[in-house]
């Protein structure tokens, strides 16, 4: 098992720009969700997904789209880059059941300037 | 409002110096709360889950336990592969689906040969 994936690992954008942060998974999770890491902020939730076809919001939504079209796979859209979304990104997933763990992917280090 | 505090920050110890550190935490009804260990340049890597007061989990030289307020990382004899940021978070009980995990700020751990 690869666990979770991400890509890319760093990628610079000039605001207003948009991009996809690709999120794969290969443990058939059905939970999947996105976490921003700012220094001195910890991590945040921005969209979570309880199964394929089943998306909603968390803590820090505003800017960012998702979509679950398939177990696998989770990407995070930012629609018009900002520089306040220069951050680390990382995606993690859980498998279904009782357990509550969750595991992370590597992250994503973005910079919007 | 949930939240959770970990102290020191940073932590510089000599190899074989056992310590401590603290997880304080505020949370309408705890669900689980979660240590992860954290390498620069990657993601967080799951190390134990807690679900309720007085309970223990070992793993090498870490030792996590659990009251009712705060959650400890016993770290025996530590060597330098120890050294890393470790999170601490947690699962409110009314968070459902979310899966929603709220993280403190880390402490960075620092073991000197």
């Known amino acids: 098992n690869a666990g979770v994936t991400q890509t890319p690992k760093f990628q610079v954008l000039k605001t207003g720009q948009s991009m996809t942060l690709q999120c794969a998974q290969d443990?058939?999770?059905?939970?999947m969700s996105w976490y921003r890491q700012d220094p001195g902020m910890g991590l945040r939730l921005i969209h979570y997904s309880v199964g394929a076809g089943i998306t909603d919001q968390g803590e820090v939504p505003n800017g960012y789209n998702v979509s679950r079209s398939t177990t696998e796979d989770f990407p995070l859209r930012l629609l018009s880059a900002a520089p306040s979304q220069t951050s680390v990104y990382f995606c993690?997933?859980?498998?279904?059941?009782?357990?509550?763990?969750?595991?992370f992917g590597p992250g994503t280090r973005l910079t919007v300037l | 409002e949930d939240q959770v505090t970990q102290s020191p920050e940073a932590l510089r110890l000599q190899e074989g110096e056992s310590s401590s550190l603290n997880c304080s935490y505020t949370v309408s009804g705890l669900r689980g709360l979660f240590w992860y260990r954290q390498d620069p340049g990657k993601g967080p890597e799951f190390l134990f889950t807690l679900y309720s007061a007085g309970e223990e989990k070992e793993k090498e030289r870490l030792k996590a336990t659990l009251t009712k307020k705060e959650s400890f990382l016993h770290i025996t004899a530590p060597k330098p592969e120890d050294s890393a940021t470790y999170l601490c978070a947690v699962q409110a009980r009314g968070s459902g689906n979310t899966g929603k995990l709220i993280f403190g700020q880390g402490t960075t751990l620092q073991v000197k040969p």
């Open positions: 443990m058939n999770h059905e939970y």
């Open positions: 993690a997933s859980r498998p279904s059941g009782r357990t509550d763990t969750q595991y």
